[in-house]
Nanobody
Framework: QVQFVESGGGSVQSGGSLRLSCAASGYSFYCMGWFRQAPGKEREGVAAIGRDGSTLYADSVKGRFTIYRDNAKNTLYLQMNSLKAEDTAMYYC?????????????????????WGQGTQVTVSS
């Protein structure tokens, strides 16, 4: 049974940093990513990474967020720096096949097969 355990969310002031973790068990996926959903908004892709280390980022987080993974530990990370109030959301890790890390697929949540339970990030201005 595939299971994700997310951690690292919390409350921080604007300009601060947080690191999210997502520990996967039961299967090793090629593509892993982070999505977020703010109240009243649609879920959006934040970043994705292939097993080969190739990365994709939403324009809104480029230069501030870094996605990386430890394949040996089957764990995904999201380092978030220079946080803004608009980054406030529930953050979800997700995993899927190589198509989920394609340029046309990565921001479509339907291309991801397995999801974590979410961790809340709140940034106060």
């Amino acid at each position: 049974q595939v299971q994700f355990v997310e951690s690292g969310g919390g409350s921080v002031q604007s300009g601060g940093s947080l690191r999210l973790s997502c520990a996967a068990s039961g299967y090793s996926f090629y593509c892993m990513g982070w999505f977020r959903q703010a109240p009243g908004k649609e879920r959006e892709g934040v970043a994705a990474i292939g097993r080969d280390g190739s990365t994709l980022y939403a324009d809104s987080v480029k230069g501030r967020f870094t996605i990386y993974r430890d394949n040996a530990k089957n764990t995904l990370y999201l380092q978030m720096n220079s946080l803004k109030a608009e980054d406030t959301a529930m953050y979800y890790c997700a995993a899927g096949s190589p198509v989920a890390c394609s340029d046309f697929g990565w921001q479509n949540q339907d291309t991801f097969d397995v999801w974590g339970q979410g961790t809340q990030v709140t940034v106060s201005s």
